[in-house]
């Protein structure tokens, strides 16, 4: 490691970290990820965009973890308005996450507390996610849900993006689709507006190897079967 400890944090992150965070923020996720230690993860409030404030886990990476965090945040009643994930690697070999939430409501400190019991639950096998997804969604109405792939530059990731409604839980839901088609989710980002979601994720096999094109069509079914509820309008799966 270097005399700079920041300098080696953003090196070891996609080149999009730097574009999208100034040095302010970098600096706090340097902080929260330098005091993760050996534990599983940590989390932390960090002052990001102007007023608002986001949750920062920093976890060691694990296949799934996105719809742990996810099932976490809904335990403690959270919804995700816009989040980013980035994966970086760290000097041992390992893989470390970083993972950034604009959440509604406002964030309190009794409310971090128990967010930060229930993913250490989860995390630990001592808590079922399965109780993430029984809370009840919000009734909302809900139109056409789009899933496609994009071809990375590289041709080693595969960018999925998912376009639907805003609900509760949705990216949740998102999360454990994905995870249940043994996708590991790279990079991703969360974008909500005027009551439409725009994700896209990064995604390998849990090796890491690129996902086949026999597989594509299994991916998006699953997505589609995740977040089309009875009564919408058809979903469209795109090559």
Same mark, same amino acid.
């Given at each position: 490691?270097?005399?700079?400890?920041?300098?080696?944090? @953003?090196?070891?992150?996609?080149? +999009?970290?730097?574009?999208?965070?100034?040095?302010?923020?970098?600096?706090?996720?340097?902080?929260?990820?330098?005091? %993760?230690?050996?534990?599983?993860? *940590?989390?932390?409030? *960090?002052?990001? %965009?102007?007023?608002?404030?986001?949750?920062? !886990?920093?976890?060691?990476?694990?296949?799934?973890?996105?719809?742990?965090?996810?099932?976490?945040?809904?335990? *403690?009643?959270?919804?995700?308005?816009?989040?980013?994930?980035?994966?970086?690697?760290?000097?041992?070999?390992?893989?470390?996450?970083?993972?950034?939430?604009?959440?509604?409501?406002?964030? +309190?400190?009794?409310? &971090?507390?128990?967010?930060?019991?229930?993913?250490?639950?989860?995390?630990?096998?001592?808590?079922?996610?399965? %109780?993430?997804?029984? @809370?009840?969604?919000?009734?909302?109405?809900? /139109?056409?849900?789009?899933?496609?792939?994009?071809?990375? +530059?590289?041709?080693?990731?595969?960018?999925?993006?998912?376009?639907?409604?805003?609900?509760?839980?949705?990216?949740?839901? &998102?999360? %454990?689709?994905?995870?249940?088609?043994?996708?590991?989710? *790279?990079?991703?980002?969360?974008?909500?507006?005027?009551?439409? !979601?725009? +994700?896209?994720?990064?995604?390998?096999?849990?090796?890491?190897?690129?996902?086949?094109?026999?597989?594509?069509?299994?991916?998006? !079914?699953? !997505?589609? /079967?995740?977040?089309?509820?009875?009564?919408?309008?058809?979903?469209?799966?795109?090559?």
């Amino acid at each position: 490691m270097s005399a700079h400890p920041l300098d080696d944090f @953003v090196s070891s992150l996609p080149s +999009d970290y730097y574009r999208r965070f100034g040095p302010a923020a970098r600096a706090q996720h340097a902080k929260i990820a330098a005091s %993760r230690h050996e534990e599983p993860f *940590v989390l932390g409030c *960090v002052d990001t %965009r102007g007023p608002d404030v986001a949750l920062c !886990v920093v976890a060691e990476d694990r296949p799934g973890l996105l719809a742990t965090v996810s099932a976490a945040l809904r335990l *403690v009643g959270l919804e995700v308005v816009e989040g980013e994930s980035f994966t970086r690697a760290l000097p041992d070999g390992s893989n470390e996450s970083l993972e950034l939430f604009w959440v509604r409501p406002p964030v +309190d400190a009794e409310t &971090l507390e128990r967010l930060r019991r229930s993913l250490q639950g989860l995390m630990a096998g001592k808590l079922d996610s399965a %109780r993430a997804v029984s @809370v009840p969604p919000a009734a909302c109405p809900v /139109s056409e849900t789009r899933v496609r792939f994009v071809e990375g +530059d590289a041709g080693t990731l595969t960018t999925l993006e998912v376009e639907s409604d805003d609900r509760s839980g949705l990216l949740l839901a &998102l999360a %454990r689709a994905l995870f249940s088609q043994r996708v590991q989710i *790279v990079r991703a980002e969360v974008r909500t507006k005027q009551g439409r !979601v725009y +994700d896209r994720f990064a995604i390998t096999g849990f090796d890491g190897s690129p996902i086949a094109p026999e597989h594509r069509l299994a991916i998006q !079914v699953a !997505v589609l /079967s995740a977040l089309g509820p009875a009564g919408a309008e058809p979903a469209t799966a795109s090559p």
